[in-house]
């Protein structure tokens, strides 16, 4: 613990913030053993679930974006790292022959989710800001035009 201690005082808060207080209010839950394993729109077998959580996080989203009840799915991840790799996935089931784009400041998990579905992937460029180049990813499209793009986006606040 005193190792943990130490480097606490020096943590920036990134990938996360250790300075928050967030899990004051969740801590009543750590007494239950929940899993939200599955689809959070179909009910399970498992009577210890977040589920209902999990929809009620997707439908504020939905007012928020204004997307009407029956046109959106999704469910709520541990990490961001999860979230590409399910995202990628889904890309590669719809589109089997298709190419990953993703930035060259992309999260180390996108290009590990190309490697692990065996997908070609195609890394593009930044400008000094940071954004995609988008110069670079005309060009990169135009030369595989015969094959499904499957585009992976950051966004930055």
Not at 24 to 31: C, D, I, K, S
Request: glycine share 8%; aromatic share 12%.
């Amino acid at each position: 613990m005193k190792i943990l201690d130490e480097r606490v005082t020096m943590l920036l808060g990134y990938p996360h913030n250790i300075y928050c207080d967030e899990y004051v209010a969740l801590a009543p839950l750590l007494r239950y053993h929940l899993n939200n394993f599955g689809d959070p729109f179909i009910e399970n077998d498992y009577g210890m679930h977040s589920r209902h959580f999990e929809v009620g996080v997707l439908d504020w989203f939905s007012k928020l974006w204004e997307i009407d009840h029956d046109q959106y799915w999704g469910y709520v991840t541990h990490c961001g790292t999860e979230g590409n790799l399910h995202g990628i996935l889904l890309g590669r089931e719809q589109f089997p022959e298709g190419i990953l784009y993703a930035s060259g400041e992309s999260h180390y998990s996108v290009l590990k989710a190309a490697r692990m579905y065996k997908m070609e992937c195609e890394v593009i460029g930044t400008l000094i800001t940071g954004e995609m180049d988008y110069n670079d990813l005309r060009s990169k499209l135009l030369l595989n035009q015969n094959k499904p793009a499957i585009l992976h986006v950051n966004i930055d606040n």
